[in-house]
């Protein structure tokens, strides 16, 4: 499966993006979909997860009450609506993906098969 990840931007702080992730080439409501990010100096980091078919969500302690994530399998796009955005979400911003027969979330890196390109968010202050 073959990922697009859109929707980055600058943003103030206190503000809002919405990310999304086109997937093609698979059958989408078989892949857990997880989001990344990776600032500079820092290891790629979880941020929030979905299950296949949406039923389970699973957030970073850190984006909590402020993330939100979503999916449409008829489309084969996953968003992730970013709200109160803070300095500190500064990042590339990667959605992956691996074919899953769970509701299980992995929140390792080593655990998802397909990732797209990133897409830069910047928060400022």
């Known amino acids: 499966v073959q990922l697009q990840a859109s929707g980055g931007g600058l943003v103030q702080a206190g503000g809002s993006l919405r990310l999304s992730c086109a997937a093609s080439?698979?059958?989408?409501?078989?892949?857990?979909v997880g989001w990344f990010r990776q600032a500079p100096g820092k290891e790629r980091e979880f941020v929030v997860g979905i299950s296949r078919s949406g039923s389970a969500e699973s957030y970073a302690d850190s984006v909590k009450g402020r993330f939100t994530i979503s999916r449409d399998n008829a489309k084969n796009t996953v968003y992730l609506q970013m709200n109160s955005l803070k300095p500190e979400d500064t990042a590339v911003y990667y959605c992956?993906?691996?074919?899953?027969?769970?509701?299980?979330?992995?929140?390792?890196?080593?655990?998802?098969?397909?990732w797209g390109r990133g897409t830069q968010v910047t928060v400022s202050s």
């Open positions: 080439g698979g059958t989408f409501s078989t892949y857990t």
């Open positions: 992956a993906a691996r074919y899953s027969r769970t509701y299980s979330i992995p929140v390792i890196t080593s655990d998802y098969n397909y």
